[in-house]
């Protein structure tokens, strides 16, 4: 299989079905950003954290798969002649959002309640993961903005949203098991 095809040379990409778009084109740039927030997240996974992250991360990492394919597929060619979906493959699920949020709230038991925001930073891996969580926030406000051009399953938003709670909490787990040191921002007052 080669690497290169030279389709793109004129600044022009495929979607899934063929349609083709320019290569700023809002969902490239959506699915583009879902890709990036997937490298941050193998990033957070090749530090030294727990095995249960690890392996929720990967679970993530297979979601974000699946979230890209959605914002992949053109909505006019999403459905065959046949009248089955040209996406053959199970799309985000309650199931999948229940996931992240159980796991959040795993998190949250083992940490102090948080009484302000806090800076990120604290430890390289803690930074890591505030890193992928803007670039979550990022890919929400994409989705979002397709969504409201050409929609798609209400859930792979949703997954998004609770994935950048879920990279907060765990770089808070994170700065507690790492013992890094947590700076709450704490607004200076007018004199």
């Given at each position: ?104 709230d795993r998190m949250n038991e083992s940490l ?31 989705a979002t903005a397709l969504y409201e051009l050409e929609p798609f399953e209400a859930t ?36």
């Amino acid at each position: 299989m080669k690497i290169y095809t030279k389709t793109g040379d004129k600044g022009t990409t495929a979607l899934f079905g063929g349609t083709r778009v320019p290569k700023h084109h809002i969902r490239i740039d959506s699915y583009g950003t879902v890709d990036e927030l997937n490298s941050h997240i193998g990033l957070i996974r090749d530090q030294q954290i727990d095995e249960l992250s690890k392996t929720v991360l990967v679970t993530i990492q297979d979601k974000l798969f699946t979230v890209g394919a959605v914002l992949a597929t053109d909505p006019e060619k999403a459905t065959l002649k046949n009248g089955q979906k040209r996406l053959n493959i199970p799309t985000i699920s309650i199931e999948d959002i229940t996931l992240l949020e159980t796991e959040i709230d795993r998190m949250n038991e083992s940490l102090p309640p948080m009484t302000h925001f806090v800076l990120p930073g604290g430890h390289q891996t803690v930074s890591f993961c505030h890193i992928a969580r803007c670039v979550c926030r990022r890919a929400e406000r994409l989705a979002t903005a397709l969504y409201e051009l050409e929609p798609f399953e209400a859930t792979t938003l949703q997954y998004l949203n609770r994935l950048s709670d879920y990279l907060f909490v765990l770089a808070r787990k994170l700065s507690y098991d790492l013992q890094a040191n947590e700076i709450q921002w704490i607004p200076q007052k007018n004199s």
